[in-house]
């Protein structure tokens, strides 16, 4: 019972893997060499490998290769043209510097233009205040000379005026003239 | 109990279960028994799968020709990349006229040692007929390439210029024989690993059916299925990597 189980089992596997259960002893030995399949094989190999080798010469080489072209060929140019943008990126950094060096020279000569003509005005206007104070000190100072002349009469005045009391007081009579001319020689000593 | 099935699996294992070779058979795919050499057989399936999965890939996956590639596309492009770089960096420039053979030769094997690991599938490298087919091709091309190129000068890959003169004849024969030895190796070392693996798997699918020890097997599957993949692209690139070694010596004899 069991060995007819076991026998079922073993045709069932051997249907599923593709052999005939009961097969006669001689056709188990190696197919590899059982030389009547070797025409059939080189003939069907044969039309295989030709059949390869025109779908590759003729079709899918060529095109792989055009493809693995233009791809070289825009991965070469994508390269040329990002080395493009970058020497045009250095350019304009340096067009940039440039510009900003300029910019500063011309900021520095402005303000230097400007300072100039800053203290030009400045020294022309000082030039002028300073007549000016010196026009005003003179004004000043003949005033001052006038005012000290007539700050002279007046004592001359009052020293004259006090020399006649002084006479009178002591008991004399006072000539005017004489006081004027000695208070005036006394001014001058 | 145990006992018993494994005494069952045991004899079966003699008689049924264990016929990991027959996944290999060539068949005619609409009956009959005689496999003639226009029959068409499993063997003219899978490669017909083949042609049109490196289609799909390399044309229907390429339609587009896009700038910034689909994942199909750039696994298009990977490959000739592969390829070209490698032809390149060992047969030298004047290799690359020869790009679309061993393309031909790279994908036909890649594709079908990867399409030979889909359950139920038919492994045409696993055939020395088709390896040996694809290595004397080579061997034949590489050798009237080298005629053709150097003439007689092209029988310099055998005489070693820089070894001594007394060992030259011995360094000469020894290079003749490996020369000539090239195709059978080429050949087999595809074939080899591609059955190999294959048939290894079915042992350990064998043991599947066993209860006891399924879960091992199931284990020692999937193990194994991966070690394939990795085979089955290492052998394709084994195979052209070595194309391009030889070509290089037909380009080039003088060491």
């Known amino acids: 019972m069991t060995t007819e189980t076991e026998e079922a089992l073993g045709e069932g596997l051997a249907d599923v893997i593709g052999v005939a259960a009961h097969q006669p002893t001689e056709s188990v030995s190696l197919p590899q060499i059982d030389f009547s399949s070797f025409p059939n094989q080189i003939f069907w190999l044969v039309i295989t490998l030709v059949a390869i080798f025109f779908i590759l010469s003729r079709v899918a080489l060529p095109r792989i290769a055009a493809v693995l072209a233009e791809r070289q060929g825009i991965i070469t140019n994508d390269i040329a043209a990002a080395q493009d943008l970058k020497q045009k990126a250095v350019e304009a950094e340096e067009a940039y510097e440039k510009a900003l060096l300029d910019a500063r020279a011309d900021a520095n000569r402005i303000v230097a233009e400007a300072k100039a003509e800053i203290q030009a005005e400045l020294d022309v206007a000082i030039a002028k205040a300073d007549a000016e104070i010196a026009a005003k000190a003179a004004e000043g100072e003949k005033a001052i000379a006038v005012i000290r002349e007539s700050a002279m009469d007046s004592v001359k005045d009052v020293a004259k005026d006090a020399a006649k009391e002084i006479v009178a007081v002591l008991g004399g009579k006072a000539d005017a003239k004489a006081v004027t001319a000695a208070v005036t020689a006394r001014m001058k000593g | ?255």
């Not at chain 2, 694809?134 to 070693?160: D, Q, R």
């Open chain 2, 1 to 255: 109990m145990a006992t018993e099935v494994n005494g069952d699996a045991a004899a079966e294992g003699t008689g049924l279960v264990f016929h990991p070779m027959d996944q290999f058979i060539v068949k005619p795919l609409f009956g009959g028994d005689v496999v003639a050499w226009y029959t068409v057989t499993n063997v003219t399936l899978w490669m017909g799968i083949t042609v049109l999965a490196i289609f799909a890939l390399l044309v229907l996956g390429t339609s587009k020709r896009a700038v910034i590639p689909s994942r199909t596309q750039s696994v298009g492009e990977l490959a000739y990349g592969f390829i070209y770089k490698m032809i390149e960096d060992v047969a030298g420039k004047d290799g690359i006229k020869y790009f679309p053979y061993i393309m031909t030769l790279f994908m036909f094997i890649v594709f079908s040692n990867f399409l030979g690991l889909l359950p139920m599938a038919f492994t045409t490298t696993s055939h020395i007929a088709v390896t040996g087919g694809l290595a004397v091709a080579v061997f034949l091309s590489v050798t009237v390439i080298g005629f053709y190129k150097h003439g007689f000068g092209f029988l310099n890959i055998f005489w070693i210029a820089q070894a001594p003169l007394i060992l030259r004849p011995i360094l000469a024969l020894i290079e003749v024989i490996s020369y000539f030895v090239r195709p059978l190796s080429h050949s087999i070392r595809l074939a080899g690993n591609m059955m190999a693996g294959h048939a290894v798997i079915k042992v350990f699918a064998a043991f599947a059916a066993v209860l006891a020890i399924s879960p091992f097997s199931i284990i020692a599957i999937t193990a194994m299925y991966a070690l394939e993949v990795l085979v089955a692209f290492i052998q394709a690139y084994v195979f052209a990597i070595l194309t391009c070694v030889y070509l290089k010596d037909a380009l080039h004899p003088h060491h």
